[in-house]
């Protein structure tokens, strides 16, 4: 399995006003194809991870260390990578879905243009074939009437049909690689588990890489192959999913492991990933 993305001692500074360290080396890699998950409990540095894979931090937050992504033009460091290149590799190699559907999503601008863009600007289409591969982008996320969700704004649709506009934005240009942060975490409890299944058919069907960051440890044992865990800013056990369960190594892990046994205990429907 070659490694699509390669971290290498990625850290994040806040260079503010008292300037420190909130994410301290981080490093591992992600096969193609392999699905990674990042748990932590709040405030633990997984969102500035993500965002610095993305070269999404902006002043005061600088990303250090490297994290190299292979993409069709070459490996890219995005910690050193220009703005022109990074442009050119979010959305064509990587794809993020947030916690928040609107952090993707522009109020102003109608559905379909929105959907429109990636499809025009990464894979080159016009006219009817745009048209078409907007519509089908929105039933491939399962959204009903696709022609009438083009059409509306995303304040004239739920917060779960939200969500999938906002998978349909990350997946348009074909990334390999979707980096998932806390993506159910603000929709309704009725509506996550469908947005989760969507997630992982997605994944497994287009054979993309995943990087699933969640605090809810049985929900990313459901869908990856080894979890990174993080606490305050670092990297504390990295381990296959199966291993991480049954013979975790860090007491800090340990104590995440049978906190979410205990829960299950009186939440008997929420165990299935933990059981795999
Ligand atoms: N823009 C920012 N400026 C200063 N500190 C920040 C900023 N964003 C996040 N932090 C701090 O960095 C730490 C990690 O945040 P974050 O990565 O969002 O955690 P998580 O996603 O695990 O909940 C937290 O202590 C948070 O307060
Ligand atoms: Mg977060």
Known sequence: MSALLTLDGLGVRFEGAEPRTLVHDVSFDLGEGERLGIIGESGSGKSLTALAILGLLAHPLRARGRAVLSASGGDVDVVTASQRRLDRVRGSAVGAVFQEPLASLDPLMRIGKQLAWPFAHHRGLRGDALRRAVLDALADVQLPHP????????????????????????????????????????????VQAGVLALLQREVEERGMSLIFISHDLPVVAGITDRVLVMRDGRQVELAGTTTLLTAPAADYTRTLVSASRELEAFLPDRGEGARR
């Open 147 to 190: 022609e009438r969700i083009a059409r509306a704004y995303i304040h004239e649709i739920s917060g779960g049909q939200r969500q999938r506009v906002a998978i349909a934005l990350a997946l348009a240009a074909g990334p390999r690689l979707l980096i998932a942060d806390e993506p159910t975490t603000a929709l309704d409890v009725t």
